[in-house]
């Protein structure tokens, strides 16, 4: 089983659509991240959390939020999802001693 | 403004040769950097990283080098394998557990 497991892998949606990408580690650590992949721009970080009551902007936060349920589990929200937001999402945790980040598979994610 | 940049978006390098990957940054409040590769369909993994207090570290094949004064930093892959083919980004922290800021990514083809 993977340490960082995200759901779904893929999805198509339309825009103007609500739609909730999920995200859960075993790795026991605190920090957890999601991350935007757009060709040529490497990875974008949309919002970062270092603790079950802490929640931090990233880069590129406009148009998403996210939710942190537990310790091993951070949730990413379009709310309105638009045909700029189509990219490859990652989530991540890391190790706060190494600061090694362990990433997740990704979601693939289409609004047309 | 990208802070860490990868001016190279691919290299294609025969199978046994050395391959160098390049990445410059500018915030020189970074001092922690890694190295992470990743296949399609899978997300980025881990590889190599140094502090800012070495100027190499070395792993296998794997080096890494970091000019400070340069703010520049590069892997070199020695010998080359096939199995080395794939997308490697080049990240940077202020200090080790905190969030990353990666580069856009440097494709390598390694050619047999």
């Known amino acids: 089983d993977a340490d960082v497991t995200q759901t779904p892998r893929n999805r198509i949606t339309k825009t103007g659509k609500r739609i909730m990408l999920e995200c859960s580690q075993t790795?026991?650590?605190?920090?957890m991240y999601w991350y935007r992949q757009d060709p040529g721009l490497g990875l974008q970080l949309i919002y970062y959390s270092f603790d079950v009551k802490d929640i931090n902007k990233g880069e590129i936060s406009d148009g998403y939020s996210v939710s942190r349920q537990a310790q091993a589990k951070f949730s990413l929200s379009l709310e309105s999802a638009i045909p700029n937001q189509t990219a490859l999402y990652f989530c991540a945790t890391s190790d706060s001693a190494t600061g090694r980040a362990f990433f997740g598979q990704g979601t693939r994610l289409t609004v047309v | 403004d990208q802070q860490v940049k990868q001016n190279s978006p691919s290299l294609s390098v025969q199978e046994g040769r050395i391959s160098i990957l390049n990445c410059d940054y500018t915030?020189?409040?970074?001092?922690?950097f890694l190295w992470y590769k990743k296949y399609p369909a899978e997300g980025p993994t881990f590889l190599i990283s140094?502090?800012?207090?070495?100027d190499k570290n070395e792993d296998g094949r794997f080096t890494v080098f970091l000019n400070k004064s340069a703010k520049h930093l590069s892997l070199h892959i020695v010998p080359s394998q096939p199995g080395d083919s794939a997308v490697y980004f080049c990240a940077a922290t202020e200090a080790a557990g905190n969030k990353l800021t990666f580069g856009g990514g440097t494709r390598v083809l390694v050619k047999p």
């Open positions: 140094i502090s800012s207090i070495k």
């Open positions: 790795k026991g650590h605190d920090r």
């Open positions: 915030n020189s409040m970074f001092d922690y």
